[in-house]
Nanobody, 125 residues
């Protein structure tokens, strides 16, 4: 089992940036592919970005491609989401999630086994 704790959310003006972190504890971090999802009020949880166990492959939603970057540091048991050029429509609770490393690619939410509690990101116009 793995426990995930997100941090780094907050309030930022449009055009600004934030970096989210997700710290993992429990089983070996490199055993997991990692993903970021977000959920805005009244909307379904949506995929944002994913990274394979080694960091060699990354995947992005079209809405964030070119603005967000996912990365991981297996020595620190942490996955990051660098968010630049933020827009008001990026406002949501952001969740990180972990899936067994044999699952790869742009996984659906249901393919992730573990989830963090979420961190709020609010982008003002």
């Amino acid at each position: 089992q793995v426990q995930l704790v997100e941090s780094g959310g907050g309030l930022v003006q449009a055009g600004g940036f934030l970096r989210l972190s997700c710290a993992a504890s429990g089983r070996t971090f490199s055993s997991y592919a990692m993903g970021w999802f977000r959920q805005a009020p009244g909307k379904e949880r949506e995929f944002v970005a994913a990274i394979n166990w080694s960091g060699g492959s990354t995947y992005y939603a079209d809405s964030v491609k070119g603005r967000f970057t996912i990365s991981r540091d297996n020595a620190k048991n942490t996955v990051y989401l660098q968010m630049n050029s933020l827009k008001p429509e990026d406002t949501a609770v952001y969740y990180c999630a972990a899936a067994p490393r044999y699952r790869s690619g742009r996984l659906r939410a249901g393919e992730y086994d573990y989830w963090g509690q979420g961190t709020q990101v609010t982008v003002s116009s």
